[in-house]
């Protein structure tokens, strides 16, 4: 069951940081760039989808040859993502809509992908199983995430600053990422750190439909 109360408090959240959003991760996203590469070349298609779309910093990096759906629950972030589509040949389609309830029919898209979002959806699990739902038994799940880190001591530490950050900023630094993935019913076929610290990781899974033979 949806959280109501802390979907609209996430949702003001990042209505508040909108204006601020490009900047804020201006420094960071030098790092981001080669690996939504990576995570864009294992998009399968033509019907793709990603949620969590934000202000729209996968553009760039979206396939030719398919046709794109982002989603986003907050409509100040959807509306920045708006003005940067007007610049592009084949813009996405972008619709605002909670990660935890999709409104799109089972086996709609051929991939689902989300970069840096399930630290923020307050229920994470309940956002993987709808991206499992609409996803074709042959396709795939596609996530570049941040997760809570396995060293005791940073974990530990995670755990401590997690409330003050998600407050200000927004998203929760200690996830269980992986762990929620195969909770939301889904087939994992790999996991790359992409840090030495394994605080980032890029996953790939299927539905478990797929592997029942559904």
């Known amino acids: 069951m949806i959280d109501v109360r802390e979907t609209r408090a996430t949702q003001a959240r990042y209505n508040r940081i909108a204006p601020l959003y490009d900047l804020m991760e201006a420094l960071a996203e030098r790092r981001y760039r080669n690996w939504r590469e990576r995570v864009w070349a294992l998009v399968q298609g033509p019907e793709v989808l990603e949620v969590g779309v934000g202000t729209g910093k996968n553009f760039p990096y979206y396939p030719a040859d398919t046709r794109i759906t982002g989603v986003d629950l907050s409509e100040k972030m959807l509306a920045r993502a708006h003005r940067r589509a007007e610049k592009l040949d084949h813009p996405p389609r972008l619709l605002q809509m909670d990660a935890q309830a999709l409104e799109f029919p089972d086996n709609t898209f051929d991939s689902a992908v989300a970069t840096f979002v399930f630290c923020s959806v307050p229920d994470p699990v309940l956002g993987l199983r709808e991206m499992a739902r609409v996803v074709r038994p042959e396709g795939r799940v596609v996530l570049?995430?941040?997760?809570?880190?396995?060293?005791?001591?940073?974990?530990?530490l995670m755990d401590r600053l997690d409330p003050l950050i998600s407050w200000l900023v927004g998203p929760h630094i200690n996830r269980r990422t992986v762990d929620n993935v195969r909770r939301a019913g889904l087939v994992i076929e790999g996991v790359e750190d992409m840090d030495p610290a394994g605080i980032f990781k890029l996953?790939?899974?299927?539905?478990?439909?797929?592997a029942n033979g559904e």
């Not at 995430?145 to 530990?156: I, K, M, N, S, T």
């Not at 996953?203 to 797929?210: G, H, L, Q, T």
């Open 203 to 210: 996953i790939v899974a299927r539905p478990e439909r797929k």
């Open 144 to 156: 570049l995430e941040h997760v809570r880190a396995e060293q005791p001591f940073l974990g530990w």
